[in-house]
């Protein structure tokens, strides 16, 4: 067990999911002849975050709490994003750059203090392994599972497996 | 870093949590002369879990999850709540399941093969390690913010740091 372990490659399997779920969304909409975009700004409630912000959220908690155990200042991405082909992009550029991280600067993070913005005004601070089971994962999983839910509740096909993605397990 | 501190305090947190905001459900629903019933029934889409199995689940996952880790039998809770109160009672039984298991016992499986049921039929076999973080923690977290995520579809107004529930943050 160690922080590289618990983060990179539960970000990118994670992220990975997300883009096929947005395969599925697509499909879905051209199948039932529903404008995509319907499903971009799908929210479950008006002052929720809609489909495509949840998706950029998800991306930002992977690339931002990873950079941060690894010390170094997270790109900043343009939330500009208006297609799922756009946001399948995004997700590639996230996973792409957690590839560049250096995985034993973030195994040495656990006793390192991190310091975060907290929406405009605010800094959160927290001890590395802190930071990471308490604010990098839930709020990764947080925005993955609404994304997921939002095309739960508009129709869309998809399982649990989906969410999971591609796991390590053999099934018997 | 260790496989116990990556799970038994994720665990209490997020459950902790969950129970606040079972809390502010009922708040809601007597401001609001609702049947608390009708939120325990609610759900994103017909064929999803309801808020109360939601609330059941995110239990399971996180005793059985840690019992196995820990090597020990989960023991098998009946879904039988019919009260936000119930709900309540179960997530605190499940904290003081936590409590008792042996935490040395979960820091070294990581290389144990850990062998669980999947669904009524199947098995899913991986090591420690990859089944804390790549389905425990994914699969509990899914049922954590799904149960959020029905309260806010259903106007229960909460937010992120009810979900996050009492992390060791500092803020400046």
Redesign the interface.
């Known amino acids: 067990?160690?922080?590289s372990?618990?983060s990179i490659?539960?970000f990118e399997?994670?992220l990975n999911a997300l883009s096929a779920l947005l395969d599925k969304a697509e499909a879905f909409a051209e199948a039932k002849r529903i404008d995509p975009t319907v499903l971009l700004n799908a929210r479950?409630?008006p002052d929720?975050f809609a489909f495509a912000r949840q998706v950029q959220s998800a991306c930002d908690q992977a690339k931002n709490g990873s950079a941060r155990l690894a010390g170094v200042d997270p790109p900043r991405y343009e939330d500009n994003e208006k297609t799922m082909a756009e946001l399948r992009t995004r997700i590639a550029k996230t996973v792409a750059f957690l590839k560049t991280l250096d995985t034993k600067r973030i195994?040495t993070a656990?006793d390192r203090e991190i310091t975060f913005p907290?929406g405009p005004n605010?800094?959160?601070?927290?001890?590395g392994?802190?930071y990471?089971?308490?604010?990098a994962?839930?709020?990764f999983?947080?925005h993955l599972?609404?994304a997921?839910?939002i095309l739960?509740?508009c129709?869309v096909e998809i399982g649990?497996l989906d969410?999971?993605g591609a796991?390590?397990?053999?099934?018997?």
Chains 1, 2 share one sequence.
């Open positions: 067990m160690s922080m372990n618990a490659p539960v399997i994670g479950l409630f929720m195994d656990a907290l605010n800094k959160g601070q927290m001890k392994i802190d990471l089971n308490h604010f994962l839930p709020n999983y947080f599972t609404t997921y839910d739960r509740h129709g649990k969410f999971l796991i390590p397990m053999r099934t018997t």
